[in-house]
């Protein structure tokens, strides 16, 4: 499971949700020195690039050409994300992170029409999954406007799971 299950944000101390919305200020220099936070966003650069290649998997799949146009619209939402969290990544740390390592996409005669349903299966928990760990991504950073960005990710993940909810239906 992922690192983020445990409260990683160091800048609430026993106070109600409004007196730490309202009293605490949170400079960059702040989430710089936030090396889990740091660690975090790799992590979620890493999730994306995987995305990216389940996504880049199924679009090339034969059996799913017909649908072709939802799964593009998903895999260029990844895109999206990937250049999200490295601005993110850039406006905390003050430094481009490298591109991480892209994980080796699955071949599209790996997929066969017979287990199409369980690879649109699989591609739904894991963006279910990366739903949960955005929201607890967005929980560790205080209020400031890179929540935005983590807010928009995780309506564009919530629509990915329902596309594919209908993808799966549709294979099943």
Request: overall charge negative.
């Amino acid at each position: 499971m992922y690192p983020y299950r445990s409260n990683t944000n160091i800048y609430q101390k026993n106070t109600s949700i409004n007196t730490r919305e309202t009293n605490v200020s949170v400079t960059k220099n702040d989430l710089k020195q936030d090396k889990r936070l740091l660690e975090l966003l790799e992590i979620a650069q890493q999730e994306t690039m995987q995305s990216l290649s389940t996504f880049d998997a199924l679009i090339k799949n034969t059996a799913l050409q017909q649908d072709v146009e939802t799964l593009r619209n998903a895999y260029l939402d990844e895109v999206k994300h990937l250049k999200q969290l490295q601005e993110i990544s850039y406006n905390i740390s003050g430094k481009h992170i490298t591109q991480p390592t892209q994980t080796e996409p699955t071949s599209a005669t790996e997929i066969n029409i017979e287990n199409v349903s369980s690879e649109i299966e699989k591609a739904l928990h894991q963006e279910m999954e990366q739903t949960d760990f955005f929201r607890e991504l967005l929980i560790a950073i205080p209020k400031t406007d890179l929540r935005d960005i983590l807010f928009e990710i995780i309506t564009d993940k919530q629509d990915h799971c329902i596309r594919l909810c209908f993808l799966f239906s549709k294979y099943q």
